[in-house]
């Protein structure tokens, strides 16, 4: 499990990255920070992973080892600034919302899980077979466990209700607002998830249909009230499963 801090100025915002990072099992946030000393005084007691900090603060790093991940946070009525983009691994722009979240914490695993893959095989596997490796399945017919750094969680069929291509890993949104990030491929998955509970829908999009609250034109509402798109060429497949699933 990564570990992470967040210090920004915006509180609202501050809550909504809390919530969103509490929503993964593979982010710890030890702490909210309040002030510069803070920050310091936690950096050089208690290093950790990634760290959240409004672009404005930014200049606090010089005086401190940062962790490898530095996310700098775009706060509303804060005025676009050109930074470094050396000093940063990434940057979440406002509005933020869960997509860009999703999209910034995927490359982050990308690059850990790779370094962990590496680590383990004493640095010798080729990039062919590291990402072999990264994308290793324990699965049965009912759930299965994928690989999160160093860590295996376990995944319940049931309880999932769609996975999202989230550009550098998958983005896999269960119940309860629980999420999980695994670096593999959207066919890979596809294949090793039962065709009897879940279907393509898109280029990116692979749902659990017996989630399905409502499905009309190129939409289907889930039991969590989430929308999402289907795309033109997959819409049969799914309005064929949605007649039998009413049988």
Do not use: W
């Not at 969103?20 to 050089?44: K, P």
């Not at 990434?90 to 869960?98: A, G, H, V, Y």
């Not at 409502?214 to 009230?225: P, T, Y």
């Amino acid at each position: 499990m990564l570990t992470s801090y967040i210090y920004l100025k915006d509180k609202k915002l501050e809550s909504q990255i809390f919530e969103l990072l509490n929503r993964t099992s593979s982010i710890e946030v030890l702490r909210v920070l309040n002030n510069n000393m803070e920050l310091l005084e936690r950096l050089h007691r208690f290093p950790i992973d990634i760290l959240f900090i409004s672009t404005s603060n930014r200049g606090i790093l010089s005086l401190v080892n940062h962790p490898p991940f530095v996310i700098l946070v775009d706060e509303p009525g804060m005025k676009k600034e050109v930074v470094d983009s050396q000093k940063y691994f990434d940057r979440l722009t406002s509005p933020i919302n869960e997509e860009k979240l999703c999209n910034v914490l995927g490359k982050v695993f990308h690059i850990t899980n790779r370094y962990n893959v590496l680590e383990e095989t004493n640095s010798l596997a080729s990039e062919k077979e590291a990402n072999y490796h990264t994308q290793d399945i324990d699965y049965n017919d009912e759930f299965m466990f994928i690989k999160e750094g160093k860590n295996k969680q376990k995944i319940v069929y049931d309880e999932i209700l769609y996975v999202k291509n989230a550009g550098y890993a998958l983005q896999i949104q269960q119940e309860n607002d629980k999420v999980n990030f695994f670096r593999s491929s959207l066919k890979r998955l596809q294949d090793i998830l039962p065709q009897s509970k879940f279907v393509r829908i898109s280029k990116s999009l692979i749902i659990n249909f017996h989630k399905v609250e409502f499905f009309k034109n190129q939409e289907v509402i889930l039991n969590d009230q989430t929308v999402l798109p289907v795309s033109r060429i997959y819409h049969k497949r799914l309005r064929e499963l949605m007649h039998l699933k009413r049988l």
